[in-house]
């Protein structure tokens, strides 16, 4: 089982980036996605979570209202939608999957670097 994180980059406050986790070796019925995020220095923090099956999200406060979690169970890929950007946003951004009936995050992708300049 992988996931495959893309979609970062360099772009100036108040840009856009959509990340993709491309998730491989099985699908997520029964599964949450998340994206968690690490800045320098810092630890890594919750950024979005969907159920697979049924779509159902949520959101760190830091996110409201500006990214948008999403997954596509055709391509068995996973998106965040990052409208707003700012420069705290600059982070490697990281997918993971756990069941549903877990609290663990059992699977990582190997992260993505978003950088956002004032």
């Known amino acids: 089982v992988q996931l495959q994180a893309s979609g970062g980059g360099s772009v100036q406050a108040g840009g856009s980036l959509r990340l993709s986790c491309a998730a491989s070796?099985?699908?997520?019925?029964?599964?949450?996605m998340a994206w968690f995020r690490q800045a320098p220095g810092k630890e890594r923090k919750f950024v979005a979570t969907?159920?697979?099956?049924?779509?159902?999200?949520a959101y760190a406060d830091s996110a409201k209202g500006r990214f948008t979690i999403s997954r596509d169970i055709a391509k068995n890929t996973v998106y965040l939608q990052m409208n707003s950007l700012k420069p705290e946003d600059t982070a490697v951004y990281y997918c993971a999957a756990r069941p549903v009936y877990s609290a663990g995050y059992d699977v990582w992708g190997q992260g993505t670097l978003v950088t956002v300049s004032s």
């Open positions: 070796g099985r699908t997520f019925s029964n599964y949450a």
């Open positions: 969907i159920n697979w099956n049924y779509g159902g999200t």
